[in-house]
């Protein structure tokens, strides 16, 4: 097929391509443009082999009849090995190595070996096996080689349980390395080995597995969502997201736009059926030197993109981690990725804001001509300096978020969450204990002492209320109202914390309120951040299995049922949720209430809002993982305990006036201390701020969990219509349409023309609805 394409450097050139039958390809070795980089990323194979990852069987030696040395796997080299195998009456199935070695990957990543036996099968977390249905049953499983990488974890901070031994297996061993009972193992499951452990290994080997305590997982399965967690086989599984941060910091960009293939054999279409698919061969005559093909190793990714203001990205990135390595090299080096539009719609699952740090093309009319015109356009001569302004913004965003959520090594980040996993498994354990305890009610316990004491360490989810003193009102009605249906979910304590009076008033007032906690420190403007972080020491001291803490204002009416179904599905890992607020200005009048001076908030540097706060969550609600309220309470104690011992007045000035910025502040102290937070904005259209339904960018709808700055009347209202549903709102569920207590009615459209939501910069599909 002959094509004459328009090159950049304005001439034209003749592009001859030939039609290969895919067995001549794998043939055809070194065949590549001298300036692209190999791959060896394998894609997604469909079989109706069983697949068993971490097992090698019994190998039929010197037998390989398809492949070759330094080959690839492919769908279709798995199809003909398959093929093969069926031929073969002694043939149980084939096995391929998954490993990083690049010496056994040039020999055997391409080369399927074959099963004779079912005999003999050992584990192995180097190679994954596809073996025949029929032949499953009959496999018998011998001890394997000792080729598991084997670490014991430092655990950061132990919060209040006696400290025990964490180990990570990152391969499968036939033998634990110890036997003793207080060592928590967890299995580090790197992606693309296959599915679970427990599901392919427990019918196998069940008292290998009733040693492990759980799972890290890259891969995400049914029921293991990004970020989250499950417990359907027995023990806990965390999703874990292995990406990691270039270990170079972000340079001067040099070149406009390179073009990064998911693998040598990947392709990007072209704009109709007529026109040929752009491959590496041809994207490499179009750009000489600025094409690249994936490689298999994320460290060669830096030097790829580092150069480049841009990059457009081809192939089926859907068989690698999600968000691909690739995607996470480029945001962190501010290099701007333009992806296929089914990538973009998939990154909100990642943070809500980061479909809008990618640009994006449609495969079925891409032309890379026009793409690098328009590029130019935009980054270099730009006419329009909005677009490009607000590009860099959500990249600068994104890059932000990178960093708070891979700023550590892989390693010490999985380190971290075999921690919380161990340590969440141990205070569940002793929930269950006192919650069993206490089903005897008061008259089990020795004194009402003890009973309280026995409560407090039964629960799971702290709900601490920042209210203010003369709240009266406020606080029955939501007594009344939406936290009524705590009653009926064990483990969930909800209280009110309020400051003493600036006034002088007495603690009396408040005895009629038994779930107000009054804190030491005057309700003023200026100790607001101050009252939080007291309220943070006091429910950390207070619960001493606590899982989850949720702060919130007393004038936000709360759906509490799908929060709690959706942490209980959360792995509990350094974790912060809310709606995140970014490149918020400092206050630096002094005549300004909210006034921050340079003590209570040093000059900030943003490279797009200068002096702003770092990330912070909307003081309307946010949550907190028990172990980072752990590390951000040390982190304050010391200021804490030294407000206890001179005039508070004397130290309020250290600290923004705002409780938001304040613990914004906190974070960004932990995670220059080199803990890496996972800060989750992905439900920022569950929250309306102020309860509307009018177009907004946090428009009521039949899914909105967080209603902010709700008055009394406009509570008892939508309690009137959420009450008859209270025990069966769900979190995929739809819950009922409170627009008619909305003060203003509602009105929400849907622009159909770009399909979004009137009034909003979001997608329709944005919105849970």
Not at 431 to 456: H, I, M
Not at 484 to 509: K, Q
Not at 686 to 708: A, L, M
């Amino acid at each position: 097929l002959n094509m004459a394409e328009y090159t950049p450097k304005g001439t034209w050139t003749c592009l001859v391509t030939f039609a290969l039958l895919a067995s001549d390809v794998q043939q055809v070795e070194g065949f590549i443009p001298s300036s692209s980089s190999t791959a060896t990323a394998a894609p997604a194979t469909s079989s109706k082999y069983a697949e068993l990852p971490g097992m090698r069987c019994a190998e039929q030696a010197d037998f390989y009849p398809v492949g070759h040395v330094g080959g690839e796997w492919t769908e279709y080299l798995h199809r003909q090995a398959e093929k093969r195998c069926n031929k073969e009456p002694s043939c149980v199935g084939i096995m391929r190595y998954i490993g990083h070695d690049p010496v056994h990957c040039r020999y055997w990543c391409g080369r399927p070996q074959f099963c004779n036996s079912t005999q003999g099968a050992s584990l192995n977390g180097l190679w994954l096996s596809y073996i025949k249905p029929e032949k499953v049953a009959a496999l018998e499983l011998q001890p394997g080689q000792d080729q598991g990488e084997v670490r014991e974890a430092v655990c950061k901070d132990p919060i209040r349980i006696s400290r025990e031994k964490v180990v990570i297996l990152a391969q499968l061993m036939p033998q634990l390395p110890f036997e003793d009972s207080s060592t928590c193992y967890v299995w580090w499951r790197r992606f693309s080995m296959g599915s679970p452990l427990a599901e392919t290994l427990s019918a196998k080997v069940p008292s290998y597995l009733s040693k492990f305590s759980g799972e890290l997982v890259e891969n995400e399965h049914k029921g293991l969502v990004y970020l989250g967690s499950d417990s359907n086989f027995g023990f806990p599984r965390y999703h874990f997201d292995g990406n990691s941060l270039p270990a170079a910091p972000r340079s001067p960009k040099t070149k406009l736009m390179s073009i990064f293939f998911s693998s040598k054999d990947a392709v990007c279409y072209g704009a109709d059926a007529e026109r040929q698919a752009m491959t590496l061969y041809l994207a490499d005559a179009l750009f000489p030197g600025d094409v690249f093909a994936y490689d298999g190793h994320e460290d060669s990714l830096d030097e790829i993109f580092a150069p480049y203001q841009t990059t457009v990205f081809c192939g089926d990135f859907k068989s690698q981690r999600f968000p691909p390595p690739a995607l996470v090299r480029a945001i962190a080096l501010s290099t701007y990725p333009v992806v296929p539009l089914w990538m973009q719609g998939n990154l909100s699952r990642v943070q809500f804001h980061l479909p809008e740090a990618v640009q994006t093309y449609d495969p079925a009319s891409l032309d890379l001509i026009q793409l690098h015109a328009w590029l130019e356009g935009l980054f270099v001569n730009p006419g329009d300096t909005a677009s490009a302004d607000l590009q860099r913004m959500f990249n600068e965003f994104a890059n932000r978020a990178l960093i708070y959520r891979y700023g550590e090594p892989v390693a010490q980040r999985a380190e971290a969450a075999a921690c919380a996993l161990c340590e969440s498994r141990k205070r569940w354990k002793l929930r269950q204990l006192y919650s069993g305890a206490l089903v005897a009610g008061p008259d089990g316990f020795a004194d009402e002492a003890a009973y309280e004491e026995a409560r407090n360490a039964a629960v799971e989810f702290a709900l601490c209320s920042n209210s203010h003193r003369g709240h009266h009102r406020q606080r029955a009605v939501v007594r009344s109202t939406w936290a009524s249906t705590l009653r009926d979910m064990p483990g969930v304590s909800l209280l009110f914390f309020v400051g003493l009076s600036a006034e002088g008033g007495s603690a009396s007032e408040l005895e009629a309120e038994p779930d107000v906690v009054q804190l030491d420190v005057k309700e003023t403007l200026q100790t607001r951040s101050l009252k939080v972080f007291l309220m943070l020491e006091w429910a950390f001291d207070r619960y001493p299995h606590l899982q989850w803490l949720l702060c919130l204002e007393d004038d936000v009416y709360l759906r509490p049922r799908p929060i709690v179904e959706m942490l209980r599905g959360r792995a509990p890992v350094f974790y912060l949720w809310g709606k995140i607020n970014r490149g918020t200005p400092i206050v630096r009048d002094p005549g300004h209430p909210d006034y921050n001076s340079l003590n209570q908030c040093p000059e900030q540097s943003d490279p797009v809002f200068g002096d702003a706060f770092p990330a912070f969550p909307d003081s309307a609600l946010w949550i907190m993982s028990a172990d980072l309220l752990n590390l951000v309470v040390r982190q304050w104690s010391e200021f804490l305990i030294a407000v206890r011992k001179v005039q508070v007045e004397e130290l309020v000035g250290t600290l923004p006036p705002l409780p938001g910025p304040a613990i914004g502040l906190a974070l960004l102290q932990v995670v220059a201390g080199g803990v890496s937070i996972n800060m989750d904005d992905r439900y920022f259209n569950y929250f309306s701020s102020p309860p509307s339904c009018k177009p907004s960018s946090s428009i009521v709808h039949s899914r909105t969990w967080i209603f902010e700055n709700v008055s009394t009347e406009t509570m008892h209202c939508m309690w009137r219509l959420d009450d008859p549903s209270r025990s069966t709102m769900r979190l995929d569920g739809r819950m009922p349409d409170l627009c008619q207590c909305a003060p203003e009615g509602s009105d929400a459209e849907l622009d159909s023309y770009n399909g979004l939501l009137a009034g909003t910069m979001y997608p329709k599909s944005r919105y849970p609805d």
